[in-house]
């Protein structure tokens, strides 16, 4: 039931900043925890941060620590992650995730995903 539609993305250089957005269909956007993960070419799918129902918890990757925030505004729907400082090592299709039982870096624990939205940080 659940649909994500993320935004965004685009490039960037290093050092620099983007904002990315998922916005959620349905009324029931705040029960759900919310994460963020990432894809690089080659790469696996790996785990950039994610956001409880509450907005109370937050949960990061080691290598976004201190650089990404992530956040939500239930009112709108909408779950961000603020990239700063961004790496070209941060380049990667970035993916918007849902679910409803735990907040945490497993994608199995998240059953709703977005398309993605690509960023590329130059050098």
Do not use: H
């Not at 949960?59 to 700063?84: C, E, P, W």
């Not at 398309?115 to 130059?122: A, C, L, M, R, W």
């Amino acid at each position: 039931q659940m649909q994500l539609v993320e935004s965004g993305g685009g490039l960037v250089q290093a050092g620099g900043s983007l904002r990315l957005s998922c916005a959620a269909s349905g009324r029931t956007f705040s029960s759900y925890a919310m994460a963020w993960f990432r894809q690089a070419p080659g790469k696996e799918r790996e785990f950039v941060a994610a956001i409880s129902w509450s907005g109370g918890t937050t949960y990061y990757a080691d290598s976004v620590k201190g650089r990404f925030k992530i956040s939500r505004d239930n009112a709108k729907s909408t779950v961000y992650l603020q990239m700063n400082s961004l790496k070209p090592e941060d380049t990667a299709v970035y993916y918007c995730a849902a679910g409803n039982l735990r907040v945490g870096p497993d994608p199995n624990d998240y059953t709703w995903w977005g398309q993605g939205t690509q960023v590329t940080v130059s050098s």
